[in-house]
């Protein structure tokens, strides 16, 4: 699989961990989009395709919650898979996440920069 044709969004507030995303994604190969917030974010999954959204929680003008409410209520264009980054591990929380639609759901502090990729790389090919 050509990484280069994959397109990633990654809506992250924290400017620290975008950049850190975005380079340890765009060293595998991958065309990196970012959204600093929430609104930001939800119009470029709305108007653009990419082949994973890694959604963070905490944002500023829109938390990712709402972004997902938001998408399912108008779904895109295209189907986007979108995975919640976060540190916010509480199950109810969880829950909503993938019932509104969430692909997947990773806690930020539990993994490494390895463990990330293999996610990142497993969604892709669920995806696929």
Known sequence: MDNRQKKILIVEDDQFLREFYQELLVAEGYTIDT??????????IQ??????VLLDLMLPKKDGVQILRDLKASPPKSPQT???LTNLGQDTVIRECFSLGANGYLIKSALNPDQVLTEVKSYLQKAG
Do not use: F, H, Q, R
């Not at 959204?35 to 939800?42: D, R, S, V, Y």
């Open 82 to 84: 979108i995975v919640v």
């Open 35 to 44: 959204a600093p917030e929430g609104e930001m974010g939800l119009s470029k």
């Open 47 to 52: 108007n653009n395709t990419y082949d994973l």
